[in-house]
Structures are given as structure tokens and as C-alpha cells.
């Protein structure tokens, strides 16, 4: 059995044992709201109720009827009767909202996870040199391969790595929480507003008549394109300031930034294909995560998180700098 000499010293807080080891169509939200029947079709002006549609077969029908989706509708509904306000406010009321209470606290966790991993690394490279070190001495004490010994290393190493990681409770995967909440949020309130977009129901009529400017009709695509197109310029922005965060990217981060920048231009028809209302809540969701972005980039906020990692006093201006020396020239 082989202690790890040396290594308790540099990491305060593990105990001796851990460092020791062996070295081996979705359902309608108003369906019963009964329309005016059309005269000479049904020989009478009673009222009669529009069935509900079937829903679309396969695995997209049921997530358009799932019980997130529903929520959702209920969501976007209750912040437009509340507020009195006209549909397209009301979508980027509700975008806002949900965007503000759920998203940015969990952002701004993610930036303090990603900051504690960042200040670990200079202690993990210190370890892995002593380490190193150790694993040398005992495989010429054991006659070790070089496989053998890379094996023992990185075994151990691993094991260090975990125990740091639970030492200031900040594993990476922590920071993936964002992106398990968001994504399922932003696919469950598009299809809320496109159940609420098609589905023949009172709600249609005022979606029809809920817009502005150009879109005053929130169940259409909108023919001008200026909606999609605001879009994927949002996008691309996003994607070219995380891109300037980036110093030395490698291959494999550079082939995801440009796949990343292909599906922002992909997203350009896709928007122009989809009600209005979905196209808006889109833009307005890109908005609001770009300005939460750089909320998050200020000092004030990295004091009150109590960020371990130094950051930038000037962040907007090295931001600027970044941007012009980039695409300035």
C-alpha cells in the first residue's frame, strides 16, 4: 500500500484516509368555448361547439399534450387576464418573468460552480505533480510498465480530483443544472404557444388579434421575416461574446462553437415557419439570456456571489475591446 507523501500538506481539508489508496395536435386549452355556427351551413344561428382536434399521432402529440405543456398554457393565460395587457406584451411579460425567477438564479449558480472549479485547478496541478512523483518512485520499486504506472496515476489522481471536488461542493456537473431546466422550459412554453396559436378556441381569436406592428396577427408566421431575422442576429451575437470569453480554443471547442452558429442560422427559417407568437417568444427569450449575460459579467455581482476566482474589473470594456480587435479590422 502506497501513501501518498506530501499530498495532505497541499490539500487542507482532506482527510489522511482519502488520500491513501492501493495504487491497482395537442388537446385544445378551451375546447368547450362554444363559436357562432355559420348561417346557411347548419339552417340556424345557435351556437355550436368546435370539436376539439385530434391530436398529432406519435411521440410530438404526446409531448404537445403533456402535462408541462398544459402548465405552461395556464401560465401564459393567468399573466395575460391578470395583466390586462395585450397578447404580444403579455408573452414578453411572461418571458421575463420566468427568464428573471428561474434561469438567472440558476446562471448565476453556474458561474459560481464554474468559478470554484476554476480556482481549484492551480491546487489540483500541484497534486499531480507530487503524485506524479510518487507513482515514479513506486513503480521502480515494483517493476512497473509505463502503462501500469500511467494507470496508477490516473487512477489516483481521479480520486484526489473527486475528494476536492466534494471539499468545496462545487462537482462540474453542477453546472450542467442550467441547461437541464432551461431547455425543457423553452420546449414546453413554444409549444404552449403554438397549442394556444392553433387550436380553434376563443384564445385563437384574441391571439389573431393580439399583435403589433408588423406581427398583429400572433397566429401567422410572420411574412416579413424581420421577427426570425432579429432572432438568429441575437443568437449569433450570444454565440460570438461566449466565444470571446474563450482563450486557445481547441479543435473540438471550436467545431461546437461553429455547429452552434450554424443551428443560430438554421433557426432563422425554422422562425419564419412557426406562428408569430412562438417567433416572439423566441427573440424575447435570446434577449433577455444575452442581458443576463452580462448582468452576470458585473464586479458588484461577483462580490455579492463571493466568486474564489479573480475576475476583470472593467468586463464590459475588455468585453468592447475583445469585439473590435475581433471583427474591427
Known amino acids: 500500500m502506497l501513501r501518498v507523501r506530501g499530498l495532505l500538506r497541499a490539500a487542507p481539508g482532506l482527510r489522511r484516509t482519502e488520500l491513501r489508496g492501493r495504487l491497482s ?10 363559436v357562432r355556427g355559420l348561417s346557411g351551413t347548419d339552417g340556424g344561428s345557435g351556437e355550436t361547439p368546435v370539436p376539439a382536434p385530434a391530436p398529432a399521432p406519435g411521440w410530438y402529440g404526446s409531448l404537445a399534450d403533456s402535462a408541462p405543456v398544459h402548465l405552461c398554457e395556464d401560465l401564459l393565460v393567468s399573466v395575460q387576464q391578470l395583466s390586462g395587457l395585450p ?41 499531480a505533480k507530487r503524485l506524479r512523483y510518487e507513482v515514479s518512485v513506486r513503480a521502480k520499486e515494483r517493476g512497473w510498465t509505463d502503462k501500469q504506472s500511467r494507470f496508477q496515476f490516473q487512477k489516483n489522481l481521479r480520486r484526489i480530483v473527486s475528494q476536492l471536488y466534494i471539499r ?13 431546466v432551461q431547455l425543457p422550459l423553452w420546449i ?42 432579429c432572432l438568429g442576429l441575437t443568437n449569433l451575437v450570444i454565440v460570438e461574446v461566449f466565444s470571446l470569453q474563450r482563450v486557445g480554443v481547441s479543435g473540438v471547442q471550436r467545431l461546437v462553437l461553429n455547429g452552434i452558429r450554424g443551428f443560430s442560422v438554421l433557426m432563422i427559417p425554422i422562425a419564419a415557419m412557426v406562428p408569430s407568437s412562438m417567433a416572439l417568444y423566441w427573440f424575447t427569450s435570446s434577449l433577455v439570456g444575452f442581458s443576463h449575460n452580462l448582468f452576470l459579467r458585473s464586479p458588484a455581482v461577483h462580490k455579492i456571489l463571493r466568486l474564489p476566482s479573480r ?19
Open 87 to 127: 397578447w404580444w406584451m403579455s408573452i414578453i411579460a411572461a418571458t421575463l418573468t420566468v427568464r428573471t425567477a428561474v434561469t438567472l438564479p440558476l446562471a448565476a449558480y453556474q458561474l459560481l460552480i464554474v468559478s470554484k472549479v476554476e480556482a481549484l485547478q492551480v491546487e489540483i496541478s500541484q497534486l
Open 168 to 180: 468545496d461542493n462545487c462537482h462540474p456537473f453542477k453546472a450542467s443544472l442550467l441547461v437541464w
Open 188 to 229: 414546453s412554453l413554444s409549444l404552449a404557444l403554438r397549442n394556444l396559436s392553433l387550436n380553434q378556441s376563443a384564445l385563437q381569436e384574441e391571439l389573431a388579434a393580439g399583435g403589433a406592428l408588423w406581427f398583429s396577427d400572433l397566429t401567422v408566421p410572420d411574412s416579413t421575416w424581420i421577427l426570425p431575422v
Open 311 to 329: 475576475r476583470s474589473e472593467t468586463p464590459y470594456r475588455d468585453l468592447l475591446s475583445a469585439f473590435i480587435s475581433k471583427y474591427g479590422k
Open 25 to 34: 395536435c395537442p388537446r385544445p386549452l378551451c375546447a368547450h368555448v362554444p
